[in-house]
């Protein structure tokens, strides 16, 4: 799966604070339907794959967006090493 543009451009915005900023927190602000969930898979996937040994932690309130960003996740890098925490899902993995 490919991001498109503007997708792949918030990515490496993402990155390019990070490289200027040694402190504080960066926020990328999307609209809906803007595919924030295929974004933060392809950070998480750049993360790891740059800095293997990260950890990385996804929170959200709705079993809805942990799906989501889970299936959104294993469409980009379907051998992602991901797991989930969920009592709503009913998985811990």
């Known amino acids: 799966m490919e991001l498109r543009n503007y997708q792949a451009k918030a990515v490496t915005d993402l990155w390019d604070w990070f490289i200027r900023h040694d402190d504080g927190h960066a926020i990328l602000e999307l ?3 803007s ?8 950070i998480c996937r750049q993360a ?3 800095w293997p040994g990260s950890r990385i ?4 309130f709705s079993k809805e967006i942990i799906e989501q960003d889970l299936d959104k996740l294993l469409r980009i890098w379907p051998d992602a ?3 989930v925490h969920s009592a709503a899902l009913n998985r811990t993995d």
């Not at 932690?57 to 959200?60: E, G, N, P, Q, V």
């Open 31 to 33: 609209p809906t339907g």
């Open 57 to 60: 932690l996804m929170t959200s």
């Open 35 to 42: 595919g924030k969930s295929l974004i933060l898979a392809e």
């Open 81 to 83: 090493p991901a797991g």
């Open 48 to 50: 790891l794959v740059n």
